[in-house]
């Protein structure tokens, strides 16, 4: 059968589709040693990638709040995804080494108190490396060489990152690498791999999807990339595997709880945890009492406050998003830490949302949840608030969700309002997700 005819096919059957789509993501998974064609590619350094990228976007050592002008790099925008000439997966693949082995200064840098890696600094690299994915994929015909990128390229959400059972050493060198997976008008996909060298050989430790989004020079709307041409039956199973994912994110934005009520199943499970914690003889009674074996949602909750700092920006004098990454990362385990009583390990992290920039100098207030627990696995979901002192006016800008396993049985974690029953039911549609147990597409 044709993988179109497949494809087509898959979109009438969910459950299918879902099998379809852990295809994709074993695929994703493999090891990238090589680029597409086979060939070792090596961009240097990631010390190497910060400053090839800081050439191509024209920005300077040094800090100042006031940014040059980019008005005038408008014109070398397209007016159209025809003006730009398709690209293959080829052209954007790249890797990068961070040099642990040789760098006793990186060493100390991502080194944990144990001695392995820390996970929220790789988060960072992964985020910077998906940007300079995304920038190889373009080329505009009305640039000469040296000519500043015009585009502004920000991370719009993490789609999945997936963890393997290797735990990276802080004295081997790791390699990035990637390439962009599905393109549409505006919006770049890119896969991103990374992998530790020990004993002459490479192992797996993750692999991430990030969505790019491509703005104009002013960073006020969408700008045109080049669209993208699969160069074998392999890349097209690539791209439609893109293109089952961004079905899936519109799936999920269209069955938000905010926009729909829960499905009748969520509801009845709301309704038998209300049935479990309250006297049925006296049901009206405003009192709740806990199960054996559980704990509130709300007693799970941890929080810590930023202030981000001019080196915590990225090239368009926003907070960078891998900073917020990391410093979400580390209040999850610290949550998961708290909550199962023991050293969690980090399954998987998924839908890492960014709904708006934040401005340097920003106080950020991040807050930590145990919303739902399975077994000996649990689902954490992370805010990230902006204060502003001026008008005390309080801005979500970001969410994170993680799926963390501890070696014995964890408490069961109830909701007591019906936000918490929110949260709730929305981390049990994550866990369900990422542990392949939903039928969404």
């Keep these: 059968m044709a993988l179109s005819v497949l494809l087509k096919n898959t979109l009438r059957q969910p459950l299918l589709l879902r099998k379809t789509l852990t295809s994709f993501h074993r695929f994703l998974l493999e090891e990238r040693k090589t680029d597409i064609s086979g060939h070792e590619a090596i961009d240097g350094t990631m010390s190497d990638v910060r400053k090839n990228l800081m050439k191509l976007m024209g920005i300077k050592v040094g800090y100042s709040p006031l940014q040059p002008s980019r008005e005038h ?9 025809d003006e730009l000439p398709p690209r293959s997966m ?5 890797a990068a ?6 760098d006793l200064v990186l060493q100390e840098k991502y080194v944990a108190f144990l001695g392995s890696v820390r996970l929220g600094r790789l988060m960072e690299d992964m985020d910077l490396f998906a940007v300079w994915i995304a920038s190889k994929h373009l080329l505009n015909p009305k640039m000469k060489e040296g000519d500043i990128l015009p585009h502004v390229l920000v991370t719009a959400l993490v789609d999945k990152v997936d963890f393997t059972d290797y735990i990276p050493k802080a004295t081997g060198d790791i390699r990035l690498s990637g390439h962009v997976s599905w393109v549409g008008n505006s919006t770049i996909e890119v896969v991103v791999w990374l992998e530790q060298k020990d004993q002459n050989s490479w192992h797996k430790l993750t692999r991430a999807l990030f969505l790019m989004a491509a703005r104009n020079s002013l960073n006020t709307r969408s ?3 080049n669209k993208l041409v699969p160069a074998s039956e392999h890349e097209m199973q690539i791209l439609q595997g893109g293109e089952a994912r961004k079905r899936r994110r519109q799936e999920v934005q269209t069955q938000s709880l905010i926009k729909m009520v829960p499905t009748v199943e969520e509801q009845q499970i709301i309704h038998d945890v209300f049935i479990k914690t309250i006297d049925v003889k006296h049901y009206l009674s405003s009192r709740r009492t806990l199960p054996p074996g559980s704990v509130w949602m709300e007693s799970s909750e941890i929080s810590n406050l930023i202030y981000s700092h001019p080196e915590d920006r990225n090239y368009h004098n926003k907070v960078f998003g891998g900073f917020l990454m990391r410093h979400a990362l580390e209040l999850s385990w610290s949550s998961a830490l708290f909550f199962g009583k023991q050293r969690p390990r980090l399954m998987h992290i998924s ?3 960014f709904h708006q920039p934040v401005d340097v100098s920003s106080i950020i207030k991040m807050f930590s949840n145990v919303v739902y627990t399975e077994h000996n696995l649990m689902q954490i979901a992370v805010y990230a608030e902006v204060y502003s002192p001026d008008n005390d006016a309080v801005v979500t800008t970001n969410e994170f969700h993680y799926t963390y396993q501890i070696n014995d049985k964890c408490k069961v974690v109830l909701p007591r309002t019906y936000h918490e029953a929110m949260q709730y039911l929305n981390g049990r549609r994550n866990f369900q997700r990422v542990m392949g147990l939903s039928r969404e597409k």
Excluded: G
Aim: charged fraction near 10%.
């Design 73 to 81: 790099l408008l014109k070398l925008l397209p007016a159209s995804q």
């Design 90 to 94: 080829q052209d954007s693949f790249s």
């Design 97 to 102: 080494i961070l040099p642990l082995s040789s």
């Design 223 to 225: 700008a045109f990339v």
């Design 351 to 353: 839908d890492i949302v």
